[in-house]
């Protein structure tokens, strides 16, 4: 497949491109999080 016959390669392939999703993931979930924990310091 692809000329790449080893399958650790492909493990490893696999593995960046779930890493990259999960990360993407990540962002979208705690995109605004920010946001909220400055305005809590504002009332301390």
Known sequence: ??????P????AYI???I???GCVAYGLL???DGD???E???WL
């Open 1 to 6: 497949m692809l000329g790449i016959d080893d």
């Open 8 to 11: 650790q390669i492909w493990i």
């Open 15 to 17: 593995l960046c491109i």
């Open 19 to 21: 890493s990259a999703i």
């Open 30 to 32: 705690k995109w605004n």
């Open 36 to 38: 909220d924990q400055e």
């Open 40 to 42: 809590d310091e504002e």
